[in-house]
């Protein structure tokens, strides 16, 4: 069984672009989280999605951030207009029941 | 808003020595998590704690979980270097978001270096 996927690993846009984070879950997983660890921080939580739902958003930045779990496919998390501050790792974590949770590599986006 | 404060956030060990990393948190939660980081890859679970009173060890590593002091520590018997790392504790909110949402609140970290 394949662990968390995220794609791309490494992640490198110019300001004023846009960025797009992909995260596979576990096989059978249908709960995702995101969190973003700045750089010499802990993780913090930004979204919680299910299936086509997202349930928890209370993390997110207002502007700029988006998060999908579509039916088909990878969860995506979405940055418009991305600026240095945004720099930082992103992770996903899988569960099957929402609670211990998976976590996968890992994108490290820096934003120049 | 629950908290969760690790202490020390660093610590520099000589090999064969113990220690303990301390980690509270302010509110009620249903699981304590001790995750470990290796620079630049992802996070490792290492023990989820689930009620008071619980006692966990693997290798080098004890961790234990004390609910009416809301106090987890991460113990160390004997370091060697390989234990050099982040060690990361996590509390769920499910207390407060209820439902089936776990999201992690993470303490700072602690960045252990083991010397020779």
């Known amino acids: 069984n394949a662990g968390v996927m995220q794609n791309p690993r490494h992640l490198v846009r110019r300001r004023g672009q846009e960025a797009r984070l992909r995260c596979s879950p576990m096989?059978?997983?249908?709960?995702v989280y995101w969190y973003r660890q700045l750089p010499e921080e802990g993780l913090k939580f930004m979204v919680y999605l299910q299936k086509e739902n997202i349930i928890d958003e209370s993390g997110m930045p207002k502007e700029r951030f988006s998060a999908e779990f579509p039916k088909e496919g990878p969860s995506i998390l979405r940055i418009q207009q991305v600026v240095r501050g945004d720099s930082a790792a992103y992770f996903c974590?899988?569960?099957?029941?929402?609670?211990?949770?998976?976590f996968g590599p890992g994108t490290r986006l820096t934003v120049l | 808003e629950l908290k969760v404060e690790q202490n020390p956030l660093f610590l520099s060990m000589q090999e064969g020595k113990n220690y303990t990393i301390y980690c509270n948190y302010s509110?009620?939660?249903?699981?304590l998590y001790w995750y470990r980081q290796d620079p630049g890859k992802s996070l490792e679970s290492l023990f989820v704690l689930l009620s008071n009173g619980a006692v966990k060890q693997e290798g080098r590593l004890m961790a234990s979980l004390d609910t009416k002091a809301r106090l987890s520590t991460l113990h160390i018997t004997a370091a060697v270097h390989d234990l050099s790392a982040t060690y990361f504790c996590?509390?769920?909110?499910?207390?407060?978001?209820?439902?089936?949402?776990?999201?992690?609140?993470f303490g700072k970290g602690t960045l252990l270096t083991v010397n020779p």
């Open positions: 509110t009620t939660s249903d699981r």
């Open positions: 996590a509390v769920d909110d499910r207390g407060n978001s209820g439902g089936s949402n776990y999201k992690l609140t």
């Open positions: 974590a899988s569960s099957p029941w929402g609670g211990e949770q998976f």
């Open positions: 096989k059978g997983h249908s709960h």
